[in-house]
C-alpha cells in the first residue's frame, strides 16, 4: 500500500535505511514527525491553520490539504512512527518537472539554538539564500522519453551559483534542456510562467497576501513549482502550481509582516519575470525577421 516518493528531490528521501515520507494510490502523503520536535511543530501548525479563518481561501489553495495524522510502520523499519497525513501533490502526474525553493535571505528562527543557527548561517553563506532571498534545494527536469529527468544531486544543487539559478530557471522552461550547451531558447515560458494562471500570477498572488499578512512568519519554508512537460508538447494545459511546503519552523506573526519571506519571494519573482520578459522579446524578435520582404540578390533579366 505504502511506497517511496517517486519525484521527491529535496528534504529526507527514503534510502540506505533512513527514515522518510510515504505516498499511497490514493494521493496521500505520509511525512514522518521528526523526533527533534520539528515533526510536532509541523503537526501543530497544520491543525492551527486548517481551522484560521483569518487566512482567505484563495491562499489555501497554496498549501497542501491536511488530512491530519497517523500512525505507521516507519520506513526504515524502525517500529511505529506518527506520520502527517498530506495531500500528495505530484498524485496524478506523469512525469512532472519540478523546482523546490527554499525561500528566504536568512532560514534560522529566533529561539533557535546557537548550533543550529551557526549550520543554517554556513549553509546559507555557501548557497544564494543571502545573495538573492531564495536557493534552490532540489529539482528535476523532464527532457523527454530518451532522456529522463534531469535530476542533479544535492551537492551539485547547494553549489548553485546566481547565474546557475539564472540558467536552471531558464532551462526549466526550455524545449532543447538537454542540448548540450546550447542556450534555452525558454519556448514554453508564456504558457507555464505567463498566463492568468501560470507561475508567475500564482506567485503575485501570494506576494500579495504577503504584503498584508501579520499572521504567521514562515521560516525555511519552500515553494514547489511544478508543472508536466508533456502537456505543454501536446498542446494541453501544463497543469503549472506553485505550492508552500515545509511548516517546522513557523512562528506567529504577532502583528508583523513576515519581511524574510516576503523579501525572498520579491527576488524569486523578479528572477521569473526576466525570464517571460527575454523570451516574450525573442518571440517577437522571431516574428519580425520572419516578415521582412524576402530581397532577391540574384543577377537577371
Same mark, same amino acid.
Not at 491536511?66 to 526504515?76: D, I, K, R, T
Not at 531558464?170 to 519556448?187: A, L, Q, W, Y
Given at each position: 500500500m505504502f511506497k517511496a516518493p517517486e519525484h521527491q528531490v529535496a528534504g529526507h528521501l527514503v534510502s540506505d535505511g533512513k527514515l522518510g515520507p510515504l505516498v499511497d494510490d490514493s494521493g496521500h502523503f505520509y511525512k514522518p514527525l521528526q523526533g527533534d520536535g520539528r515533526g510536532s511543530k509541523e503537526l501543530a501548525f497544520f491543525e492551527t491553520f486548517s481551522s484560521d479563518t483569518r487566512v482567505p481561501d484563495h491562499i489555501r489553495r497554496f498549501f =497542501?490539504?491536511?488530512?491530519?495524522?497517523?500512525?505507521? @510502520?516507519?520506513? /526504515? *523499519?524502525? *517500529?511505529l512512527c506518527l506520520h502527517l497525513v498530506l495531500q500528495d501533490i505530484v498524485s496524478g502526474r506523469i512525469n512532472p518537472s519540478i523546482l523546490d525553493v527554499k525561500i528566504g535571505s536568512r532560514t534560522w528562527y529566533p529561539g533557535?539554538?546557537?548550533?543550529?543557527? +551557526? +549550520?543554517?548561517? @554556513? +549553509? !546559507? *553563506?555557501r548557497t544564494t539564500t543571502v545573495s538573492l532571498g531564495f536557493r534552490i534545494s532540489g529539482l528535476q527536469l523532464y527532457e523527454g522519453k530518451e532522456s529522463g529527468f534531469w535530476k542533479p544531486g544535492r551537492k551539485e544543487v547547494q553549489?548553485?551559483?546566481? !547565474? !546557475?539559478?539564472? $540558467?536552471?530557471?531558464?532551462? %526549466?522552461?526550455?524545449? /532543447?534542456? $538537454?542540448?548540450? /550547451? @546550447?542556450? =534555452? !531558447?525558454?519556448? %514554453?515560458a508564456p504558457s507555464i510562467y505567463g498566463g492568468s494562471t501560470g507561475i508567475l500570477e500564482q506567485l503575485l498572488e501570494l506576494k500579495a497576501w504577503f504584503e498584508d499578512q501579520t499572521i504567521y512568519h514562515f521560516h525555511s519554508c519552500s515553494l514547489l513549482i511544478l508543472f508536466d512537460k508533456e502537456s505543454v508538447l501536446k498542446g494541453s494545459t501544463p497543469a503549472a502550481q506553485v505550492k508552500l511546503i515545509d511548516f517546522a519552523h513557523v512562528l506567529e506573526g504577532k502583528g508583523v509582516i513576515d519581511? /524574510?519571506?516576503? *523579501?525572498?519571494?520579491c527576488s524569486l519573482i523578479k528572477f521569473i519575470s526576466d525570464v517571460l520578459s527575454d523570451s516574450n522579446e525573442s518571440s517577437i524578435t522571431a516574428n519580425v525577421e520572419s516578415e521582412k520582404p524576402h530581397v532577391c540578390t540574384c543577377n537577371g533579366n
Open positions: =497542501p490539504v491536511f488530512y491530519g495524522s497517523q500512525l505507521l @510502520e516507519a520506513s /526504515n *523499519g524502525s *517500529g533557535a539554538t546557537d548550533d543550529y543557527i +551557526k +549550520k543554517c548561517l @554556513e +549553509k !546559507d *553563506g553549489s548553485f551559483t546566481v !547565474d !546557475d539559478v539564472r $540558467s536552471v530557471l531558464r532551462r %526549466f522552461v526550455s524545449s /532543447n534542456s $538537454s542540448i548540450g /550547451n @546550447e542556450k =534555452p !531558447d525558454c519556448s %514554453f519581511h /524574510n519571506f516576503l *523579501g525572498g519571494l
